[in-house]
């Protein structure tokens, strides 16, 4: 306990300091709070493109998606949430990385009816500039990254009461390309130098979520908590093209656990936790991540959010709006990113969302509602079959839906009851 005490004033002491910092010193500081998570391995795998933030909505929540997951973004996160959003939405993402370095992405995903689907491709990019032994460029090109995705998933025994399991896959595939280079003696590009360190590999996602009311206090046909579970980047790298073929280039995989919850209608906040690993026998324990993220719903159509996350030993601070106009649903994101260069002021990002169909599901939810609203109030003028056919169209429509099943056997059972009193009042 005093050992604690000690560790804390240290920690206040150092923060008290801060406000008289530099950007610099501050990032420095922050450094030396967190130096305990201090990943000796970061960086022993390849194709670290797939860890890099896409941007958007995701971002804004600090990377807690995987329990959320309730945009396009889930294909970065879990596979399994393409079964369980309403629209058909369409992105385009831009993240501004370090340096000159650039992220990409454009995604699409569908539902019909319990079956979700989407696909995904991003490419991360960097100028690449090679000068001989007297200053002159010798060679230039881009350092790329490029994955492409496809995902599949279904909910399974959705109903009223019961939202379902969702499970869910991604396939993937990536490509690392780089610029020839040139030769130490002759400084003559060296044709095909760049594809002999190219690599390409094809990995997995496995994802499951899964959705309930806990501790609700609104009225909401919506649960308000979900939990997710994935798995990611499971597969094989291939490195060198024409001669030197290996497959000892490991990839960044790891599994994560997420929540979210819906405190109030308007507020939602997210957790997550990732634990990184690896099958190569080289590299040994990798530090957990961790994430959380906020977001507050202003109006229907303005959101902000907040979110931190921490991987290895400095920190990501998002801070993030959203914002819908005719269907378009832009986020402007912006992150202290204390991860990734000395200067704290350094990564903002862009995405845009195109909300399409939802394939008729808002109708048909739309005629159950009024189905179910005929067959309670026959039920309540006496008309139990007028109920039970009622209902039984609803069930035409959605076989799960709890309420209409319940009032089918309640209505059944009323003239089962009258059936007995009539046969009661005639004596053999």
């Not at 000068?131 to 109903?159: H, P, Q």
Request: charged share 20%.
């Amino acid at each position: 306990m005093k050992k604690t005490a000690i560790i804390a004033f240290s920690i206040f002491l150092t923060l008290w300091e801060i406000p008289a910092l530099s950007l610099t010193d501050f990032s420095t500081v922050i450094g030396d709070i967190f130096s305990p998570f201090i990943d000796s391995n970061e960086g022993a795998t390849s194709f670290h493109s797939l860890l890099i933030p896409l941007g958007g909505r995701a971002e804004s929540m600090g990377c807690a998606f995987t329990g959320l997951s309730d945009d396009v973004s889930y294909i970065n996160f879990n596979p399994a949430g393409s079964s369980l959003l309403s629209n058909t939405q369409a992105s385009v993402f831009h993240n501004s990385w370090i340096a000159d370095s650039n992220m990409e992405t454009v995604s699409i995903t569908s539902r019909i009816k319990d079956f979700g689907m989407g696909a995904s491709f991003s490419c991360f990019y960097v100028p690449f500039t090679e000068y001989d032994i007297f200053g002159s460029r010798a060679s230039s090109g881009y350092y790329t990254e490029s994955m492409a995705a496809v995902n599949a998933s279904y909910n399974f025994l959705s109903g009223y009461n019961f939202k379902g399991l969702a499970l869910g896959v991604t396939a993937k595939t990536a490509f690392r390309g780089m610029p020839d280079y040139a030769d130490d003696d002759t400084g003559a590009i060296l044709t095909g130098s760049g594809l002999a360190q190219s690599s390409v590999a094809f990995m997995g996602d496995l994802g499951l979520m899964t959705r309930f009311n806990f501790a609700k206090f609104y009225p909401s046909r919506e649960p308000n908590l979900k939990i997710g579970l994935a798995v990611q980047n499971l597969g094989v790298a291939i490195t060198g093209f024409g001669k030197g073929i290996g497959l000892d280039d490991p990839l960044p995989s790891s599994i994560a656990a997420g929540i979210s919850y819906k405190v109030i209608k308007p507020v939602t906040i997210s957790v997550d936790f990732r634990q990184p690993f690896t099958f190569s026998p080289e590299i040994g324990y990798q530090m957990f991540q961790t994430g959380a993220g906020i977001e507050v719903c202003v109006t229907e159509f303005f959101s902000a959010m907040a979110g931190f996350q921490l991987k290895g030993a400095n920190p990501r601070i998002s801070f993030g709006a959203e914002f819908e106009i005719n269907k378009i649903r832009v986020n402007a994101n912006y992150t202290l990113d204390l991860t990734t260069s000395g200067n704290p002021l350094n990564r903002i990002s862009i995405s845009a969302k195109f909300i399409m169909s939802d394939r008729g599901r808002a109708e048909i939810s739309k005629r159950i509602d009024e189905l179910y609203n005929l067959g309670v109030y026959c039920f309540s003028q006496g008309d139990y079959q007028g109920a039970i056919d009622y209902w039984e169209e609803v069930l035409e429509l959605d076989k799960r839906f709890d309420p209409a099943i319940l009032g089918i056997q309640s209505a059944n059972r009323m003239i089962e009851m009258f059936q007995k009193i009539r046969d009661s009042m005639f004596l053999e």
